[in-house]
């Protein structure tokens, strides 16, 4: 497969009003889109998971190139994944592009990945930081690793605004499956302040849009808010 040959048929995939629609949503004006949307992103990730080698080769000028590399990046095997994660990682530039790469091979390999984890909440990095948190909420949310996401928690860096947003994603997971570990983070911070306010209230806001929390509990969840 040529790239001019995989290029064309991601063109003739394109709409041109969705491209404007989804470039606003990516709040990044460098970057620049076709225009595909993501179930026919991800259609050609499957159809081409078998040709990662050649797909990795192909340049990161347009975002659904990216997309395509790392969503069928998410079909290997775990030993294969190792070969390519970090490379991976180092693509992400928007959130759409992080959040389509969430390796199905990890949920079996939980503790194996979790030096990966370790790795990238470290990087001072946007979308690293952001990796790490959503690979926790997609396959950690769990008694077995609930230490492992409050000590992420504790140690990312929510100024970053997509680090932010999904630390407080990942909260308010927290609260919905695990409510009394979710309660007690926020009641912690209440006290200690090692999260700021805004990632702190958006967990709240969070779980609160969420149809599993009764009203009762919703009700006193905005009470802890600061």
Known sequence: MLYQEFFDELTALSDAEYRDFHKRLLKNDKIKVLGVRVPQLRKLAKKYKNSLQTLMGFPDEYYEVTFVKLAAAS?????????????????????????????VCVGSHKDE????????????KE???????TTLLHFYVEEKYTHVIISTLKRADTSYYYVHMAAAWLIA??????????????????????????THNKAI??????????????????????
């Open 75 to 103: 079909y290997l095997g775990y030993s294969e994944l190792l070969k390519y994660i970090d490379k991976c990682v180092s693509l992400m530039d928007n959130w759409a592009t992080c959040d389509c790469f969430a390796p």
């Open 113 to 124: 990945f979790l030096s990966y984890i370790e790795k990238f909440i470290s990087e001072d």
């Open 127 to 133: 979308f690293y930081q952001r990796f790490a948190l």
């Open 173 to 198: 997971e927290l609260l919905i499956k695990q409510y009394s570990v979710g309660e007690a983070f926020l009641k912690e911070n209440v006290a200690a302040g090692f999260m700021d306010a805004k």
């Open 205 to 226: 806001q969070k779980a609160c849009e969420s149809f599993r929390l009764s009203d009762g509990i919703k009700k006193y969840l905005k009470e802890l808010k600061i």
